[in-house]
């Protein structure tokens, strides 16, 4: 064997050895990536520990053993979050008067009886109290959204099957994504953790796949984003600028990247203040 066979044989024992991380280092991961973002799919955990899903599914069985994480059809959380950080009744306290804002200013933009999907996002909750008046059909997976209009008479409201995740008041996971995959709307209304010129992100896969086939099954794409998830980049990509017809936003929104954004031929609305004028288009 020449030199550089011997060295290319002890790279790849190495690699093979640093490879077989031990269960427990692989166990020990795996809780703390869900503690980071409370619950993720199958495939995004294996990505995580560079595992494969059937081990993945091994640590699971011994992680919810010993009561730190809970298997989802798709999945797993965690049981005990360390914070409220991603908890739908925390994240809709913050940029409330905005999200105010950004909802009177998004519903105008609905028709009467046009068929809308909803996402759980907190922004889009906000559009939904203002959208009754136009008789719409809603598609949603967002808890707090259906119990909105439970007793509403005059619109019909479609709620995605899925696992339902209390905290985030959300419906999620493969059963989700399928429906969202078999429905044609109008018009998708959507929020999302960041964005940047180079795109649009979220912190959690489990509702990028099922954002991704909002998108593809709706004519117009909206997102409402409040001036705090603009120039910031989240955890994971969930699209390209070219799927985006509008953005909503609100008046604190930099102006820079407003004009950007316009001129990449994408409509954005600036919701007026409290008392304000008319949003400006």
Known sequence: ???????????????????????????????????????????????????????????????????????????????????????????????????????????????????????????????????????????????????????ANRLEVVVSGGVIYPRLGVLVGPLAVEAFSRIHADVAIMSAGGLTLEGITNSHGLLIDIQRAMIKGAQRVVFCLDHTKLGRQSVLPLCELDCVDTIVTDSAAAAELVDALRGRGIEVIVAPAANGEKAEG
Do not use: W
């Open 1 to 151: 064997m020449t030199d550089v066979n011997k060295k290319l044989a002890k790279y790849f024992i190495i690699c093979h050895f640093i490879s077989q991380m031990q269960p427990e280092e692989r166990q020990h991961r795996i809780g703390e990536y869900l503690q980071h973002v409370e619950f993720a799919s199958l495939e995004e955990i294996a990505r995580q520990v560079e595992a494969s899903q059937s081990t993945v599914r091994r640590d699971l069985t011994v992680l919810e053993a010993s009561g730190t994480v809970r298997r989802t059809h798709g999945g797993a959380r965690i049981v005990v979050p360390r914070s409220d950080e991603f908890a739908f009744s925390a994240r809709d306290t913050r940029q409330l008067a905005e999200k105010e804002a950004i909802g009177r200013a998004c519903a105008e933009l609905i028709l009467p009886g046009q068929s809308v999907i909803l996402d759980a996002g907190t922004t889009v909750y906000h559009v939904a109290r203002y959208l009754e008046s136009k008789a719409p059909q809603i598609i949603t997976n967002s808890l707090p959204v259906a119990n909105l209009f439970a007793s």
